[in-house]
């Protein structure tokens, strides 16, 4: 008979963003005539920029036509993206990469949840905490993890991140295999000096361990003082993979295109000792089991480097990057404690009255009619916490803001 990779089994029932939304549309439910709105879930709210918009045209108008259709593209990419990735998104920053290390994706989750194909079941892993639900969940998947012990993946290397140690993770004591970084950081908006993501790449070349480092939110970095990439740091090449996405840069979401690097010079080492490059494995799982992003994706993504496209898409970045502020700037005063929001489009509170995250999320769900994320979904120093998301229009808000401000009054 067909068994079940009981990996799977192992898994929290739902997503976390799949718990919300259920919770959500049972108030809704419940309460047919509230206004709910959503400062949770991170999806962008503001239309396409019209660079993107006209080269997704006139890519649809060559798909129309026998001398402008393209079937199957190149697995890693066309080499008009990879190029203008290249030029404008490493080279003013003194990064050297060669085109064949940038791999275009359908959006940076699949590449993130999918790169650990790369490396044995039974290497270990190192996390910081909070994070990203899909980097845990997609180890567990594949046995890596181990069994949740008190709320906690037996396998796994929690590093916390939290305001006791101002949201700078510890250097495990312990050797690690792979580490997981996400600068900015998603949940907590918090972003990483220099000096402190060279201390990890130096971590991770003393010994022998891979970083994956996901910088999905790059493009909001206000402080001219911190790293945009790990390769900014010397030596990172040998160490660390990383992840792009599109989707909260220009607004990608339901477009889906990114890109993961892959240097040359990483590698990883068999039982015996050998060193493999990484870069052509991920190519050859890449032309396996991916068949590229769309052309029309690609061009759109091509756009955003152009003269016009830049201007534009930091129109928006700086549109959302004022609902932070205005955010960060309005819950302070009405006595929570914030975090992020200043390099990021998130913010991360702390609940008051020692309550629960879940516990605040529906107070706030019921009270206010907003709906928020919460931190312990993230991990378990999560709790206690909540995120707000700043990609909502500036009156819906405004409007979340005001309510929130009465119904804090009023308890």
Sequence with gaps: M????????????????????????????????????????????????????????????????????????????????????????????????????????????????????????????????????????????????????????????????????????????????????????????????????????????????????????????QDEKIPHSIYEIRGARKCAIEFHSYSKTAGFTGIRCGYTVVPKDLTAATLTGERIALNPLWYRRQCTKFNGTSYISQRAAEAIYTPEGKEQIKATIDYYMQNAKHMLTTLRSLGFECYGGENAPYIWMRTPDSSSSWQFFENLLYGANVVCTPGVGFGPAGEGYVRFTAFGSHEKTEEALDRIASWSKQK
């Excluded at 064949?100 to 993130?112: H, L, M, Q, R, Y």
């Excluded at 969940?137 to 101002?166: F, H, L, Q």
């Design 2 to 221: 067909a068994l079940v990779n009981e990996h799977f089994l192992k898994l929290p029932n739902n997503y976390l963003f799949a718990d919300i939304a259920k919770k959500v549309n049972a108030f809704k439910v419940m309460h047919p005539k509230a206004d709910v709105i959503s400062l949770g879930i991170g999806d962008v709210t503001q239309p396409l920029c019209p660079a993107v918009v006209e080269a997704m045209h006139k890519a649809a108008d060559e798909m129309g036509t026998a001398e402008g259709f393209r079937g199957y593209g190149p697995e890693q990419g066309y080499d008009f993206l990879r190029e203008a990735i290249l030029k404008n998104d490493f080279l003013p920053r003194g990064i050297h990469l060669d085109i064949d290390e940038i791999f275009v994706n359908d959006g940076a989750k699949s590449d993130t949840g999918n790169i650990q194909e790369l490396i044995r079941w039974d290497n270990s892993i190192g996390v910081t905490d909070p994070i990203y639900p899909v980097y845990i969940d997609s180890n567990v998947m594949i046995g890596r993890a181990g069994t949740v012990e008190n709320g906690k993946w037996s396998n796994v290397i929690y590093m916390p991140c939290n305001a006791e140690n101002g949201f700078v993770p510890e250097i495990p004591k312990r050797r690690v295999d792979v580490i997981y970084l996400c600068y900015p950081n998603n949940p907590t908006g918090m972003v990483i000096t220099r000096e402190e993501l060279r201390k990890w790449v130096n971590y991770a070349l003393k010994n022998d361990a891979l970083i994956f480092y996901d910088a999905a939110y790059q493009a909001y970095i």
